[in-house]
């Protein structure tokens, strides 16, 4: 009997790592398999491209074999100055979800809902979700740091705003890398300094019942129960 799997595809290993503390806490029982991007393509190439290149054909394959129950596909945004933003990314996966015989209904603007795929011929449904909120440009790391669990982590965050803008020519990164730079601040200013991302949601830094991360949950248990 082939073995049946539930699988979430990410887009890079700080998004594994991230997923399997919320899936954890969430008591879902799933695989952030195929492996990441970077196990298929050792190179700098965007985890979008590889995703949808080479990991969810991968995935449908295993899909049309009878090894997957549940599929979720969860991507970051990124922005329109990039080239990219939640349009732009949606297009690139729902094109490969087309081919594969998937209905494909317009996008209608619901906040905070994720969408789930029909097939047809009743393969996999496969739920799609772009960081943060499904609707708007940006990131997983913008999700975490609009909904952070009490003032005094504001307060951190604050600061290292402060400290990000404070540093002039000094800063070295991209515009489109702030959220990562607010977000491996504030984590480095935490009890355990440098603690991860999944590790601080499992901690409480991050608001749990607030709505984005709520529907967010909701949505995860819909595709995957």
């Known amino acids: ?9 990410v887009e890079g290993q700080d998004d594994r790592a991230f997923f399997q503390h919320f899936l954890c806490k969430l008591e879902l029982q799933v695989d952030i ?4 991007p970077q196990n298929f393509c050792q190179t700098e190439s965007d985890g979008v491209d590889v995703l949808r290149t080479q990991a969810l054909p991968t995935a449908w394959e295993r899909i049309t074999a009878g090894e997957v129950t549940h599929l979720a596909i969860i991507i970051d945004a990124d922005s329109q100055k990039q080239g990219y933003g939640f349009a732009k990314r949606r297009e690139q996966i729902t094109n490969v979800l087309r081919d594969y015989g998937y209905n494909i209904p317009p996008f209608s603007d619901v906040t905070l809902t994720g969408e789930i795929f029909r097939h047809p011929e009743e393969f996999t449904p496969i739920g799609l979700w772009i960081m943060p909120t499904h609707s708007t440009d940006g990131m997983l790391e913008d999700l975490l740091l609009e909904n952070l669990g ?11 705003d402060e400290a990000i803008t404070g540093l002039g020519d000094l800063r070295t ?19 355990k300094p440098g603690t991860s991302a999944g590790k601080a949601y499992q901690a409480g830094v991050f608001a749990t019942d607030s709505a984005a991360l709520t529907a967010f949950t909701q949505w995860l248990e819909a595709v995957f129960k």
């Open 1 to 9: 009997m082939k073995k049946q799997q539930r699988i979430l595809l």
């Open 33 to 36: 398999e195929p492996e990441t």
């Open 150 to 160: 009490n003032p005094t982590q504001q307060s951190l965050l604050d600061k290292a």
């Open 173 to 191: 990164f991209k515009d489109t890398h702030i959220s990562k730079a607010r977000l491996s601040t504030l984590l480095a200013w935490q009890k």
